[in-house]
């Protein structure tokens, strides 16, 4: 059995990453508060120019705009959104574990898979041991520099694909549910599909510019949003996925310091019974 000291110092010591992850806990929890007013406040803006969009491409045709143009996908890029940090429970096992399903599922269908754009340390780690071709990749992504990320990714994709360099270009992130809950979601960048938008109105109009023009300046501005959704998305999950994950740690801690006290507390008494029994012994021995 361990000595009384050592008990002590264990004690002490999950005391302290108690207090850690308590500390952590709240900071995820500030930061998730402010992530998650950022996506809801985001969220209508994307979902409206969809509908827009939905509603002049479908009337205007594929070949309104070169990012509508549906090409066979031998040149295909995944963007991968992960986080810099740790300690956030399955946020970025899941995120792998997803982009290796695409990978082999693009692998099946004979695909190539032109390289990786990843965001966050993490993802790119775990892809670089696996030695995968990471074109580009991000860190330090906020809520604060997401938009100006998601603008220097949108224009880098839709170069590569308008170019004919990509085929298609897809999403895997975490989509943000609520404080306990992500989910991983794998969606299509690039060709944009005005079908899997949201539904258009059935009426037709006059068009003032003509939807061609409309469209110029709407796509590129679609991508750039869905790209800056994303991130957001991925930064409030990030944060209510280490929110519970500490807030597990901390209970697991209180858990454990209880055991402990109790293993402390039995061993104390032990000790102090078998001292009385000395002294008692030895009493007994003068008397004899």
């Known amino acids: 059995m361990p000595s009384l000291k050592a008990i002590r110092n264990r004690i002490v010591s999950v005391k302290n990453t108690e207090k850690i992850t308590r ?3 709240l900071v995820a929890a500030a ?5 998650q007013e950022a996506i809801t406040a985001q969220r209508p803006y994307a979902q ?3 509908e827009i969009i939905a509603e002049i491409a479908t009337r205007a ?3 309104a705009h070169p990012l509508l143009a549906q090409r ?9 959104l992960s986080s810099d940090r740790g300690l956030a429970g399955g946020f970025n096992s899941n995120i792998n574990r997803r982009t290796d399903r695409f990978l082999a599922d693009m692998s099946e269908q004979h695909n190539r898979v032109a390289g990786l754009q990843v965001v966050g340390r993490k993802g790119r780690d775990y892809h670089r041991r696996r030695n995968r071709e990471i074109v580009r990749e991000y860190v330090g992504v906020s809520s604060d520099t997401a938009l100006e990320r998601a603008k220097e990714i949108a224009v880098r994709v839709m170069g590569d694909f308008q170019s004919e360099k990509l085929d298609a ?4 992130y975490n989509e943000f549910k609520n404080a306990v809950s992500q989910q991983v979601v794998a969606v299509k960048l690039l060709p944009i599909d005005p079908k899997t938008l949201a539904t258009g109105g059935s009426n037709d109009f006059i068009y003032e510019p003509s939807k061609e023009e409309l469209l110029t300046h709407l796509l590129p501005l679609h991508v750039e949003m869905q790209i800056y959704r994303a991130l957001l998305e991925s930064v409030a999950s990030e944060f209510g996925a280490r929110m519970t994950a500490m807030e597990n740690a901390t209970r697991n ?5 209880d055991k402990l006290q109790l293993v402390y507390n039995r061993s104390r008494q032990a000790a102090i019974t078998k001292e009385l029994l000395e002294i008692i012994g030895g009493a007994e ?4």
Do not use: D, F, H, N
Request: glycine share 6%; charged share 35%.
């Open 253 to 257: 801690a209180k858990e454990m310091i």
């Open 169 to 172: 270009v897809y999403m895997i």
């Open 285 to 288: 021995a003068l008397k004899g």
């Open 48 to 50: 409206r120019i969809e």
């Open 31 to 35: 930061r998730l508060r402010r992530a």
């Open 72 to 80: 066979e996908p031998r040149e295909t890029q995944v963007l991968v």
């Open 23 to 25: 500390a952590m806990k």
């Open 61 to 63: 045709g594929e070949s």
